[in-house]
């Protein structure tokens, strides 16, 4: 027997003064393994808080059938401990005070039947590949380890239905097998957002967001994508039927106007050398004009129509065509890099001895915690080395975890104007229209774009960057595209010309960056301080 997990009736969400972004939504999620995918800004967030609780829909109804748990992309950061941020200081402290001697009820009360919570917090922690202190404070752990820790908290409530939004992103190769296991093991069920194709490959059904509307896909990655291929290639013949009954109406309305036209003039001249009186040929004429007004009301109306299925027929193109990165215009730059005894700030506290010659390509891995991110802030110039030296070409660009480069108060359309100056104004917006940014949405604050929107700004700024950049560092630009985005962006990387240095834990776009060399950076074996 199926039991649901959340039911929708009309389900519907317009932020205040804009368009729905989405809208009567009829959908049933069983207490099983469901995935949510989409477009880059088409909603699934909203979506996913509105499911959850956290946002009120502005039409229909949700109704939620069992306990859930929620995690979204983006949270505020904790001040306290790992206990604290799981929530069992309280127990620990009164264990700790029992251990010491405290006879208080209260104590007692507080711990009740978890005497073994030490342990059990340990061997989550050890399982996740986390410090197994839970005293340790949540501003010493790395992002990945960071987003490990949340989904502890989840996974902790074993029969709670889970709605994860992007739980994937900064994981490591141990954090996205932990987080695959975690998942099978799971016995409420779950609704993932991602677009992590290994994740993807374990569901049972697979339904996307996109301006049609919310369409389910039975089956999961290799199941879904097969039909999308099939959709598409169904959209584009529709969509070249649909031009050629255009072309065809057009040549036939034409001629029927051609026709009518001279039917019209030889009744004039018909009407000029009749011996008949005026009121008779003036009810001619009128019957004429009628005629002709019939016509083209008709053709109008044959037009509307056909428009419409033009339009419909793009639409479902068009939801299927990714926007392109395309970095192969940008003549070859001439800089390399080297690193003779460089050690990060963060994590790896070996020296690093490193060259790359101009166009060479390094793929940087290691565990969340192991300073990948410090060596690329390194080598941007935005956080000193420990120790050692580097040399770099003059233009860097480096797209981070947290997209810094970005100002959050400013629009999509300014931050291009000032990471790619020198462009006539109207291109800006032809830029970003090219990445799904188009109207208003290019005007909004780049804080209020969605996590692959932001990704696809930055890289905007490398493709349509007038002056190429001689050193391209990105650090998992792939966490927030969509699948589209995300295979655009492994063509991309092929034509791109200059020294690149790539974090990346998804096996697919470090194959399709063809990379020269290897760099593996490993955690210090004393505890860290902070964060990579």
């Not at 027997?1 to 009567?24: K, Q, Y």
């Not at 507080?110 to 050890?126: A, I, S």
């Not at 593996?520 to 505890?527: C, R």
Request: hydrophobic share 35%; net charge neutral; no cysteine.
């Amino acid at each position: 027997m199926t039991v649901p997990a959340i039911t929708t009736r009309h389900l519907g969400f317009a932020p205040a003064g804009r368009d729905a972004v989405f809208s009567d939504i009829d959908v049933s999620f069983s207490v099983n393994r469901h995935a949510l995918v989409g477009r880059n800004g088409s909603g699934k967030s909203l979506l996913a808080r509105v499911l959850a609780g956290q946002l009120a829909p502005t039409h229909g109804s949700v109704t939620r059938h069992v306990e859930l748990a929620y995690l979204p992309q983006r949270w505020a950061p904790d001040t306290g401990s790992i206990a604290a941020a799981l929530g069992i200081d309280h127990k620990l402290h009164a264990l700790q005070r029992i251990e010491a001697g405290s006879v208080d009820p209260a104590d007692f009360q507080t711990l009740g039947d978890d005497w073994d919570m030490r342990e059990r917090v340990r061997r989550w922690l050890d399982d996740a590949g986390l410090p197994d202190d839970p005293a340790r404070h949540w501003a010493s752990l790395s992002g990945g380890e960071r987003v490990r820790l949340r989904l502890v908290q989840m996974f902790a409530h074993a029969h709670h239905f889970l709605i994860l939004d992007e739980p994937g992103n900064h994981l490591d190769h141990r954090g996205r097998h932990w987080l695959r296991e975690s998942l099978a093991a799971h016995a409420g069920g779950y609704l993932l957002i991602s677009h992590d194709r290994q994740l993807l490959s374990d569901v049972e059904s697979i339904d996307e967001l996109s301006p049609l509307g919310l369409r389910r896909y039975g089956g999961n990655y290799a199941s879904y994508a097969a039909q999308r291929d099939t959709e598409q290639h169904a959209a584009e013949r529709q969509l070249e039927q649909a031009r050629r009954e255009q072309k065809a109406l057009d040549r036939r309305q034409q001629e029927d106007r051609q026709r009518l036209a001279q039917r019209q003039q030889k009744a004039s001249r018909e009407r000029a050398n009749a011996n008949l009186p005026t009121i008779l040929l003036d009810r001619q004429k009128q019957r004429s004009e009628d005629t002709g007004a019939r016509l083209l009301t008709a053709q109008r109306a044959q037009q509307a129509r056909q428009r419409e299925q033009l339009s419909q027929a793009r639409e479902r193109v068009d939801m299927h065509r990714a926007q392109r990165f395309d970095l192969g215009h940008q003549p070859a730059t001439h800089a390399s890099l080297q690193l003779e005894g460089a050690i990060p700030s963060h994590g790896h506290d070996q020296p690093i001895d490193l060259y790359l010659a101009p166009g060479e390509r390094l793929h940087l891995g290691g565990d969340n915690g192991s300073g990948k991110s410090s060596l690329l802030a390194a080598i941007a110039g935005t956080q000193p080395l420990r120790a050692g030296r580097l040399r770099h070409g003059e233009r860097r660009l480096l797209i981070d975890q947290h997209y810094s480069l970005l100002r959050d108060e400013h629009s999509a359309l300014d931050n291009l104007r000032a990471l790619s100056p020198g462009h006539a104004p109207t291109r800006y917006r032809e830029f970003l229209a090219g990445i799904g940014l188009r109207a208003e949405r290019a005007d909004l604050p780049a804080g209020q774009l969605s996590g692959g929107e932001r990704v696809k700004l930055a890289l905007l700024a490398l493709d349509s960057a007038i002056e190429p950049y001689d050193l391209l560092l990105l650090d998992e630009p792939d966490s927030h595209l969509d699948l589209d985005s995300r295979q655009l962006l492994e063509q991309a990387l092929t034509t791109y010309r200059g020294t690149l240095v790539l974090v990346s834990h998804d096996a697919d776009l470090v194959a399709h960056a063809r990379v020269d060399q290897a760099l593996h950076l490993h955690k210090p074996l004393a505890p860290l301080t902070r964060g990579e």
